[in-house]
């Protein structure tokens, strides 16, 4: 699955024959056009880049499509790859210009903008389309994680001593299992790690060394699954969870237990809180209990109060409850809702949030789809005969489809915050001056920016709000 020419829409394939004669380059642009939030962070554009553009087309390519395409209904292009290749090497002649990633800005303005560099490729600008526009999905999760980073921000500065400390730790990506494919697991745990550095999406860390210079890009701690817990059978419950002190429990260190195998009261009440109890102490490490079934408001509660009762609990000095030697991590039934919900209830009984963490899977990577934030990739202008036209669609069945027209960019000032503007053939430098913050990212096969992933997230951190108490 790596040939590019084959990486696209059936209907493309037709597209070449389509345009006005005359037509020398074709400019479009990436958006996302609405949606449940306000704003988007922009990622995932370079690993896409470096992954999908920048291996030339060959002339197996070429053989290729050539054998499919027709025998598939269609067109081929045979001329125009040929000259592709003849020309330019097999290098896609074109520029694509982007925020930068980690860049947080509001929806409806563009992300991203193309046009062909050589006026013989016109037709190439709409063909990557389908390659390009895929960087939605780690927009989305980016954009996603970071709603959820927003929320626990708060309950932490109301609640705990040391939010900036605790904050990248406490949502974990637990979804490599729940997509469809390795490469969204690695896609999209590569957009949660924008906003949080805890995570079990091994392709993720595996990519951001790849795609983003990122030695390690976040962190993991020993736990239990039910599995390494039932196998001792019920009876030997406690046998358990004692094994796992041996195994993992020391000075400093932290790990994981699921405990609603049978009993989650039990457990936290008899079996850790009064069997285990000293040997979870005089360990030095921090037991966290996982709960996994039962709403997870009514759990979360509960399983805390418990702790607090068994192990006890300081008050820190913003007058929350902060459990002693335990801490709880929810991994079900988690999502954006849920977790504001389990932090309301928690600072509602006067505990800390630094007593929570939360582990977010098929609706952190996979309960999302291009439509969540209505995301487009339109042609906004076209050169036919040496000038530009406006390019734009405007249904009369749907006004939210409307497009935009024109040579596009994306400015910043103090008055109006960000808000596209018309820019210069040539340059695309904005018309009315100033600097067009879609900066150029790619040109005739070249990546011209490629960033470390510790820039994207400073980049993304110093765009968050002010939070009070």
Not at 85 to 110: K, S, T
Not at 199 to 225: C, N
């Amino acid at each position: 699955m790596t040939n590019p020419i084959l990486n696209t829409d059936s209907y493309k394939a037709s597209h070449y024959r389509q345009y006005p004669a005359g037509t020398e380059q074709v400019f479009s642009y990436v958006e996302a056009r609405g949606g449940p939030y306000a704003d988007a962070l922009f990622f995932g554009l370079q690993a896409i880049l470096k992954a999908e553009f920048a291996r030339p087309v060959t002339r197996a390519d070429i053989d290729e499509a050539e054998g499919l395409l027709p025998a598939h209904g269609l067109p081929f292009n045979k001329d125009g790859w040929e000259l592709l290749l003849d020309r330019h090497g097999g290098h896609l002649p074109l520029e694509i210009r982007a925020q930068p990633e980690g860049m947080i800005a509001p929806v409806h303005v563009p992300m991203m903008t193309v046009v062909n560099t050589d006026p013989d490729f016109f037709w190439l600008t709409s063909y990557v389309e389908t390659a390009l526009l895929r960087v939605w999905y780690p927009i989305t999760v980016a954009t996603i994680s970071h709603g959820v980073r927003q929320v626990i921000r708060r309950a932490l500065v109301t609640s705990a001593d040391a939010p900036d400390a605790e904050l990248p730790f406490k949502l974990h990506d637990f979804g490599a299992r729940g997509v469809s494919s390795e490469q969204s697991a690695a896609l999209g745990g590569m957009a949660h790690l924008i906003n949080f550095q805890g995570s079990d999406t091994l392709s993720a860390i595996v990519a951001a060394r790849r795609f983003y210079h990122e030695p390690m890009a976040g962190f993991s701690i020993p736990a239990a699954e039910h599995s390494t817990i039932t196998s001792w059978e019920r009876p030997n419950e406690a046998a358990a969870y004692a094994n796992m002190i041996r195994a993992f429990g020391k000075p400093g260190g932290r790990f994981a237990v699921v405990s609603d195998s049978y009993d989650l009261y039990n457990a936290v009440e008899h079996l850790w809180g009064e069997q285990l109890r000293q040997q979870v102490i005089d360990s030095g490490a921090t037991l966290v209990v996982r709960p996994d079934s039962g709403d997870p408001v009514e759990v979360v509660s509960k399983t805390v109060n418990l702790l607090a009762e068994r192990f006890g609990a300081d008050v820190n000095g913003k007058g929350y409850r902060v459990l002693k030697n335990v801490r709880v991590i929810q991994g079900d039934g988690v999502n954006p809702i849920s977790i504001q919900a389990i932090l309301d209830r928690l600072l509602s009984e006067g505990f800390s949030a630094s007593n929570i963490a939360f582990g977010m899977g098929g609706a952190l990577l996979q309960k999302c789809d291009r439509d969540t934030m209505a995301f487009a990739y339109k042609a906004s202008a076209a050169k036919v005969n040496g000038a530009w036209r406006d390019v734009y669609k405007d249904p009369v069945t749907d006004s939210g489809k409307r497009s935009k027209r024109g040579l596009l960019g994306l400015a910043k000032d103090e008055a109006s915050g960000y808000r596209t503007v018309a820019v210069r053939d040539g340059d695309f430098q904005p018309v009315e001056g100033g600097v067009n913050l879609l900066e150029p990212v790619w040109r005739n096969g070249e990546l011209l920016r490629d960033e470390n992933l510790a820039v994207i997230r400073e980049r993304a951190a110093s765009a968050e709000p002010t939070v009070t108490p």
